[in-house]
């Protein structure tokens, strides 16, 4: 066909994150494409616009939390420090797409309401909130892991008289300073956000419902020396983190916990505390905490020591204490255990003693307690990947809506391609890679250009993967899933946060570098697995 002469553009991305960013730059710049970017926010940044919240920054380190296909950095990026603050990555993000010209294609503050496609044509419209639709071919979505906020079902928020917010949502006058706080939530948002409130707050009252392991960050600046030989090996290093399961830019080790004598175990685990950071504690350790449960057992337990080291009062140290294995998203934040010694931080456990309502003047609880407070803050978490589509509606050969294909096993082959959506490929849809996410997201937008540049010399082949192709992936990635100890509890990784008696492996486990051969393989077999529309 040649409807590619009445489209308005050749592909259209959902998104302005950090993977929206890396597409539009690679189809304008790279494949010379005619390029929309719809981006519901008032700029670029994805997660970094929306997540503002007091403490946000990054727990993986700068060197890698960042993208490899430029060495620059930013004006407002801290080459010394070993993490960067929420508002650093987004000047960076900015920075980087105001450098590559990829600002220039996005339209702001207006959402991607709808997508259909159109067999007959082979195109794709694109409808946007208030009713403007734009044709393309081909349609880039990176609708974002985090870009759907959950509160919990409590009843009486409308009655508060202070303020709630949702840590996602942060407004920008909001101020915590010589207030009365309560955070419910102590994920990784609810953990660097605790820390932040109580060095501010006048009170901060903690609502916990599931203690969560949680390691020091580590912030620490790096020494000039160490600055200078990362920028002089940059691609030498980043070719080397590809080659590794996470790309978190710490070196994986081959030995299980168990291997190892006890004391030299517990060596291991004492440098990783002292050290810092969550990802390297849980994988830079050994290679085995996620997988076996007498190793995961063993940190663990380390991990509960520390807590009740660091806690003065036992009765808090027991409530912070987690009775789960540790198999969640690694949290870190620095000085998080000690903020409980603090005389004006009070933690209460929801688990024991639920929020029943919410009341004007604060939160009651199950046994009659009323917790007063002026400002009431929700870091409860996103409904992962899916949550995205709940705003956006997408509808592909027959009309179906792609929520339904995914029904209570999302899966997409790779995290890319969903079969019944030609020429509709996801960056981290369900099941791509769990990894540092920037390589990750760039090692799927690289595959995604070549499928492009592949059907376009193949006259414009629709691409679409085949259901025997997504099959052997879903049934790969959830048997890995299913085999580590992550599956064992409820976290967004399964989006068992929402989908609580549902829980459905979200990534695919097997690591980038071999997530990569996959990758190339498809490529050296011309993309076998996408020929289902021919
Ligand atoms: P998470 O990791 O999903 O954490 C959400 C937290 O909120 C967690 O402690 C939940 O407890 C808690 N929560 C959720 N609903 C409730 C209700 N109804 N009552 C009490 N507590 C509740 O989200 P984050 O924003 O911290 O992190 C998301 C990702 O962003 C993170 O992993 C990084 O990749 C960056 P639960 O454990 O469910 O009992």
Not at 387 to 415: C, I, K, M, N
Not at 463 to 473: G, M, R
Not at 503 to 511: A, E, N
Request: a negative charge; one cysteine or more; charged letters at 25%.
């Amino acid at each position: 066909s040649d409807a590619s002469q009445h489209t308005d553009f050749d592909v259209i991305v959902v998104g302005g994150g950090v993977a929206g960013i890396y597409a539009a730059h690679i189809l304008k710049n790279k494949l010379g494409k005619k390029v929309l970017g719809i981006e519901r926010g008032t700029g670029l940044g994805g997660t970094w616009h929306w997540n503002r919240y007091p403490g946000v920054q990054a727990d993986t380190d700068g060197i890698v939390y960042r993208y490899s296909f430029d060495q620059e950095t930013s004006s407002e990026w801290d080459e010394q420090a070993r993490y960067q603050k929420g508002a650093q990555i987004r000047n960076y993000l900015n920075e980087v797409a105001e450098r590559h010209g990829v600002d220039e294609v996005y339209r702001f503050g207006q959402a991607a309401a709808e997508a259909r496609y159109d067999d007959a044509t082979a195109t794709w419209r694109v409808e946007i909130e208030g009713g403007e639709a734009f044709t393309a071919r081909y349609i880039v979505s990176a609708a974002g892991v985090f870009a759907r906020p959950v509160f919990p079902d409590i009843p009486g928020f409308d009655d508060f008289a202070g303020e709630v917010i949702h840590s996602a949502r942060w407004p920008e006058d909001a101020v915590l300073d010589d207030k009365r706080v309560g955070v419910v939530g102590t994920g990784s948002t609810g953990g660097q956000l605790i820390v932040a409130a109580a060095k501010v707050a006048d009170r901060l009252t903690v609502f916990q419902r599931t203690a969560q392991y949680v390691v020091p960050a580590g912030q620490t600046r790096l020494g000039a020396d160490e600055v200078r030989e990362y920028q002089e090996n940059f691609d030498a290093n980043w070719a080397a983190w590809r080659q590794t399961r996470l790309a978190c830019g710490f070196d994986e080790p081959e030995a299980g916990a168990m291997d190892v004598p006890a004391d030299e175990r517990e060596a291991v685990f004492e440098r990783a505390w002292e050290r810092g950071g969550g990802f390297e504690f849980m994988f830079g350790t050994f290679a085995d905490l996620a997988f076996n449960r007498e190793s995961n057992d063993a940190a663990a337990e380390f991990i509960k020591r520390k807590i009740r080291s660091i806690v003065k009062d036992p009765d808090i140290a027991e409530r912070l204490i987690p009775s789960e294995p540790y198999a969640k998203r690694p949290a870190s934040v620095d000085g998080y255990y000690e903020t409980y010694n603090n005389d004006n931080v009070e933690l209460v456990d929801v688990k024991a003693n639920p929020i029943t309502r919410i009341l004007p003047q604060g939160v009651e609880l199950a046994d009659g307690t009323v917790k007063e407070l002026d400002t009431l803050v929700f870091a409860t978490g996103f409904e992962a990947i899916e949550g995205a589509y709940r705003h956006f509606e997408v509808a592909g050969r027959d009309g179906t809506r792609l929520l339904d294909q995914w029904g209570e096993a999302p899966a997409s082959y790779l995290g890319i391609a969903t079969p019944k959506f030609p020429n509709f490929f996801t960056l981290l849809g369900p099941q791509g890679v769990f990894s540092n996410l920037p390589p990750g997201i760039e090692a799927q937008m690289d595959f995604v250009a070549d499928l492009i540049t592949w059907s376009g010399e193949n006259g414009d082949a629709p691409v679409e993967v085949s259901a025997e192709a997504l099959a052997q992936w879903q049934q790969m990635c959830n048997e890995i899933a299913n085999a580590s100890i992550f599956a064992q509890v409820k976290s967004w990784i399964f989006g068992s946060n929402v989908h609580t008696d549902k829980p459905r492996p979200l990534f695919y486990f097997g690591g980038l570098a071999s997530f990569r051969e996959v990758l190339d393989g498809e490529r050296a077999k011309e993309f076998e697995s996408f020929r289902a529309g021919s």
